[in-house]
C-alpha cells in the first residue's frame, strides 16, 4: 500500500530527504534538489495525479506538476532565481527518458520508507 499525503507540501518534506544519488545521477549534497526535477514530478504524479508540464531553463528542460490548474515545482530550490513557469504540457515518457526507472524506483522507496536512500 503507497503512502498517502495531505498535500505535496507533506510529500515535499519527505522527499527532500530521499534525494541522493541513486535518484540523479549528478548528486550535489550542498544542492540536493539539483538535478531532480523530472524524478521528482514522477513522484509528484504518483502521488497526485496531474499532469506533468516543463518550463525551459539556462540549464535546460525542467520538468514540474499541474495539479488541477496549480503548479506545483517541488525542486525550484535548485535554482538560484525564480523564473515564469510556462507550464508546456509534457508527460510520464519525456520525464521518465530524463530519469529512469530505476531512480525513480528508489525515490518512491525512500518515500515510502519515510527516510533518506
Given at each position: 500500500?503507497?503512502?498517502?499525503?495531505a498535500?505535496?507540501?507533506?510529500?515535499?518534506?519527505?522527499?527532500r530527504?530521499c534525494?541522493?544519488?541513486?535518484?540523479t545521477?549528478?548528486?550535489d549534497?550542498?544542492?540536493?534538489a539539483?538535478?531532480q526535477?523530472?524524478v521528482?514530478?514522477?513522484?509528484?504524479?504518483?502521488y497526485?495525479g496531474?499532469?506533468?508540464?516543463t518550463?525551459?531553463?539556462i540549464?535546460g528542460?525542467?520538468?514540474y506538476?499541474?495539479l488541477?490548474?496549480?503548479f506545483?515545482?517541488?525542486?525550484?530550490?535548485?535554482?538560484?532565481?525564480?523564473?515564469?513557469?510556462?507550464?508546456?504540457?509534457s508527460?510520464?515518457?519525456a520525464?521518465l527518458?530524463?530519469?529512469?526507472?530505476?531512480r525513480l524506483?528508489?525515490l518512491l522507496?525512500?518515500i515510502e520508507?519515510?527516510?533518506?536512500?
Amino acid at each position: 500500500m503507497s503512502r498517502r499525503f495531505a498535500d505535496p507540501i507533506a510529500l515535499y518534506r519527505v522527499l527532500r530527504t530521499c534525494w541522493s544519488t541513486a535518484t540523479t545521477g549528478a548528486f550535489d549534497a550542498t544542492r540536493p534538489a539539483r538535478n531532480q526535477c523530472s524524478v521528482t514530478a514522477l513522484a509528484v504524479q504518483h502521488y497526485f495525479g496531474g499532469e506533468i508540464v516543463t518550463t525551459p531553463t539556462i540549464g535546460g528542460t525542467h520538468f514540474y506538476d499541474d495539479l488541477g490548474g496549480i503548479f506545483w515545482d517541488l525542486s525550484a530550490e535548485q535554482f538560484d532565481e525564480p523564473f515564469p513557469m510556462a507550464g508546456i504540457a509534457s508527460s510520464r515518457a519525456a520525464a521518465l527518458a530524463d530519469s529512469s526507472p530505476e531512480r525513480l524506483a528508489a525515490l518512491l522507496a525512500g518515500i515510502e520508507r519515510g527516510d533518506a536512500v
